[in-house]
């Protein structure tokens, strides 16, 4: 299909001009003041859409910030796939911490710098790329679909009611999604099980307003020493989660999937050494890919009490909050974790403060079975364009409305991303390399050709 | 002595409007953008007390914010007493908790609203105007000298400096500080103890940068969950404070002196009610006014890590820092005390985080006698205008310099403060009442004619 190679050899740096563009709207779904560069990135992405050609593109409003869908139907006799992806993105924050302006992208050292260069604008822009090269060159073998949201990462509130108030328009055969990882460019996977995610923000009241820490210390309840302590409390010295009840639904994995999962390259000295750890510690009795890949955890995502400025204030506080994440495994369900959370944490609170646990979003997990058509043809696309055969694997990660879809639309959904862990989403110094951008694009062609064949078969 | 009330009725709008010329000087020792305000605060102190008619006054530099110096020398034979006090204040923040701005000060239900209002402002510029009453009335009773500094709320770090190079000129028989409370207005006070002060902020790391928390989330150590297992680990549950060595120092109070502290009145139910709490909780074993007034304490200041604005961000962070500050009691040393808890902290770290623990200021307790001429002056000096002998108590807080006088310059300090613990110093909406505004420049005059009579006796 050497049609793939000189489209994009043709095209590339015009690619790579209008992720740029893209790029450059601040769409940051947690911020209100973004609420307009919202608009501007759907908006964006529906007249590339259009221009690549789809039959119609639409901007819908929905209670949140608004989805983009298109479609282009071929024929009603071929399958349909939908790709799902977000053009909304992470905060920046802290700023100070990047090499370069963080919605200001560039290239260096073969790679794009910015928020959002992987997580998801590069990898959504890849699809949108893949359908232009298909359709400009005639080489279009299914219908397609796209349905991109713009809270993925606020917690896809709004994407379930969408879904189930657009179940026809919606119909396809498999959703394809870009928004994960690889484990390197020469050693290619799939991702076949995400984690879901409870998360809840917790506020500790104590006096009502904050006190001298000299004419009151010692003698009430300190809010930030408390929720310290609370905190402290939701994991045992083996790194075991200690609320109760938390672990009830968890379905254990066998020794054998286990053992295969074992098979996947780790290298625990480099993994230290990339992050700058002495050690690594987690739940007693797993390996760390463990941990991230079939285990449960919890983890303080922000935490903020008194006086953070310079110097020192002599206060102490009226409130401590702190943001808390738990990572889910099948099975488990984000509803009844935040209220397992909330209820332990009211109980352990010490007398002299007051305690709210508010749920702010989360997902269920999601296993995806690697006998289906539309993995095997995932596994043939990477197959081909990577040299090698991808390696079925299950990532820490979350991508919440992944069990909805199936839920709502009954359908399955392949995890195709192309990422590197390297790649620092939600961190400063965000970056995909442009090799994994056209890899890409050159890769999705093949699947939309195989899974034309084998979809119905 | 006719001649204190109607001075103060004749010139009395006049100190207040001054007063607000001070307070709108937002020095705030902490900030380095408030530089040039310590120096506007400064210079503006000098010209008042030139105008109230000192022999002279000076802006003397440091390693940090200036000391104002001014001295009266009326007669060689008399005693010298001199004023400390400290022109700077605290941080203001939070902001959005004021009921009017901080910077500018205004009258509301017989109350000065602004932060500085009592805490040292309000309470130093009574001394400044106590002096001009006796001054331009002919009562000047005594020598008297100013030493004023800009950097009491960041520990007085050049202050020790400032008194070993200038033992000469700062002879007194004995300092006089308005910087504390009384019980309440029908209830007069003296404080007669200060607990010392060690301050340190604790800086945890994990990884290198702020990490997906789910990508990572269960297969490394969180720095924010480790700072909290340490902090927690800091108090034991019955809220002693854990750190080998803490106590060693500790002198015991016997069982005498605690049960003439406890004729001190105090409601346990409005305390609790002002501050809007179900208990109050100390070290097992004492009352509330012993946990604040011969107990050592510890508490977190300020807490912060990772992200902490709107919404949900999923990220496990790679730093988490906490203000920690503990209060110490007579013959606890700051510096041997910081060295202890850098030393437990360090030793509690779990594996997979580094710690940092850094010495930011301290200072040593104090108890003053009761039995010397300063002390029966100033008790002599509230009985008249406040109708009642006053109790000697010791407070919680810290003024870290008082010890070192006693050390540098040989010499006792009286803290005859006119405070009340709801003006809320430290904290948004601070505000000191007229009522002890004018009580204070009432009573001065008081103090200085009897100690004239009995320093030397």
Redesign the interface.
Known sequence: MEYINNYIEANKDRFLNELFDFIRIPSVS???ENKQDMYAAAEFLKNKLLEAGVDFAEVNETAGHPVVYAEKMIDPKLPTVMVYGHYDV??A??LE?WHSKPFEPEVRDGKIWARGADDDKGQLYMQVKAFELMNKTGNLACNIKFMVEGEE???SMNLGDYCKANKVKLKSDVIVVSDT?IIANDTPSITTGL?G?S?V?VEVT?????????????????P??A???M?????DDNYKITIPGFYDDVVEISREERDLMALAPFNLENYKKS?????????TGYL??E??GI???????????????????????SK????I?M?LVPNQDPEIISRLISEYLTKIA?????VKVEY??GGNAYVSPVDIAAYKAAEFAMEKTFGKQPIPVR????IPIIALFEKELEVKSILMGFGL?SD??????ENYPLFNFYKGIETIPYFFNKFSKTAFV
């Open positions: 947690a911020k209100p992470q905060p924050e802290p911490l990462e606020v917690g990882t984690r995610l998360y923000q104590g006096p009502n307003r904050d006190l001298h820490s000299g004419l009151y210390g010692g003698a009430i309840v300190n930030a020493n929720l310290a302590k905190i402290a409390k939701l994991h992050l700058d750890i002495d050690a690594v510690k987690g739940e760390p890919k941990h991230t285990r449960p955890c919890l983890d303080v995502n922000g935490m903020w009490s008194g006086y953070t400025g310079e110097g020192a204030k002599t206060i102490l506080p401590a909050f702190a943001k994440s990572r010490p007398e002299g403060v007051r702010l979003h990532s820490g990660g979350s862990e620092a989403i939600h961190s400063p110094n």
